[in-house]
C-alpha cells in the first residue's frame, strides 16, 4: 500500500509506502488547512500500522512550516510512535539544513515532548 | 524617528502568494547575511499573520508591511473579519500578552499536545509561537466597519541588534 502526495509552492512531498523502508515528508509546509492537507496520511499511517516493515526509516526534511502544520506533524509523529511500539527498530530521522538552526530546534522539541529517540542529520537542503 | 517601509503588499490572499512571501523575504535577508535562524524566525512571524489573515478574512485581501523603524522590525498586517473572529483574535492577543515567557513555553506545548483544530483549519498556536520566538509584543486593533465586518491590524514588534538593523 502507498500514498504519494506531491510538493507545491505551500505543501510538501509525502510518500508513504509500506513495502520500502524509506518514507519521507519533505518541503515547505503552510498550507492554510494543515488538518485537511495531513489527513490523508494521517489516516494512511492509522490503517497501515501493521504492514510497514520492521527496519522503516520516517524522514522529515522540512525547510519551514507553520503552526497549523506543526500541529498536524505532531500528530503524524504520535502516529508513527504508535507504530514504533510494535516494531521497535522504526527510526524517526530528521533531516536539517546547516544553516537552519530553526528546523533543528523544532524537531528536538518534538522529540523532547514525543518523549523519542529522532536521529538528527545534517544535510542540505534543496 | 528613523523609518522605512521595506516590503508592503495590497491585494488577494492566498496559498501561493504566501509562500512567495515566505520565499521573498528569506532570499531578501538572506543576501544581507543576518543569522539564518533569526530570518526563519522573521519570516515565520509573518507567515503566522498572513495565516490568520487568509483564514478568516472573507475576502482573503489583505495589507501587508514589513518595515524597520529605529531599531525594531514591525511586521504589520491589515485584514477584514466578522466581528467573532475579530474579536477573539483581538481577546487572545491581549491575554498572550499578559503571559510569561515560561507561561507562553507551557500553554504552548499544552495547545501542541492536547488541543484540537478549529473549523477554519487553525491551531490556535500563531500567536504563541510569535511570542515564543521573541517577539516583544503583539498588538491587534480591531474596528467596527458597519455590515457585520471589522477591520483587523495586526502589528509584531521585534527590537533588532544594531548589525541585524543594517542588514535587514
Known amino acids: 500500500m502507498e500514498i504519494k502526495i506531491l510538493a507545491t509552492k505551500s505543501t510538501p512531498l509525502i510518500e508513504l509506502d509500506t513495502t520500502i523502508q524509506t518514507q519521507r515528508i519533505e518541503g515547505i509546509s503552510i498550507p492554510i488547512d494543515a488538518y485537511d492537507f495531513y489527513k490523508p496520511a494521517t489516516d494512511f499511517l492509522v490503517d497501515n500500522a501493521s504492514n510497514f516493515l520492521p527496519n522503516t526509516n520516517f524522514h522529515f526534511k522540512l525547510n519551514y512550516y507553520n503552526t497549523s502544520s506543526n ?34 530546534e523544532s524537531g528536538q522539541e518534538f522529540a523532547d515532548l514525543l518523549n523519542c529517540e529522532f536521529h538528527f542529520v545534517n544535510c542540505e537542503l534543496k | 524617528m528613523n523609518k522605512s517601509h521595506l516590503v508592503t503588499y495590497q491585494g488577494n490572499l492566498s496559498d501561493d502568494l504566501r509562500s512567495f512571501m515566505c520565499t521573498t523575504l528569506r532570499q531578501a535577508m538572506a543576501d544581507n547575511q543576518p543569522s539564518a535562524k533569526k530570518i526563519t524566525k522573521l519570516v515565520g512571524f509573518a507567515i503566522e499573520l498572513l495565516d490568520n489573515a487568509q483564514r478568516y478574512s472573507p475576502e482573503s485581501r489583505v495589507e501587508f508591511e514589513w518595515k524597520t523603524q529605529d531599531n525594531d522590525l514591525i511586521i504589520e498586517v491589515k485584514n477584514m473579519a ?87
Open chain 2, 82 to 168: 466578522s466581528k467573532e473572529n475579530a474579536q477573539r483574535l483581538y481577546e487572545q492577543a491581549a491575554r498572550i500578552s499578559q503571559l510569561s515567557p515560561s507561561e507562553i513555553i507551557s500553554e504552548y506545548k499544552s495547545k501542541l499536545m492536547n488541543s484540537d483544530f478549529n473549523d477554519h483549519g487553525g491551531a490556535g498556536l500563531g500567536l504563541l509561537q510569535i511570542m515564543k520566538n521573541g517577539a516583544e509584543n503583539i498588538r491587534i486593533n480591531i474596528q467596527d466597519m458597519n455590515d457585520g465586518v471589522w477591520s483587523c491590524v495586526s502589528s509584531i514588534l521585534v527590537p533588532l541588534t544594531k548589525n541585524e538593523n543594517l542588514a535587514i
Open chain 1, 71 to 104: 500541529k498536524a506533524l505532531f500528530i503524524i509523529l504520535q502516529k508513527i510512535l504508535l507504530i514504533k511500539k510494535q516494531k521497535e527498530q522504526i527510526k524517526i530521522i530528521w533531516e536539517f539544513d546547516d544553516e537552519n538552526e530553526f528546523m533543528l
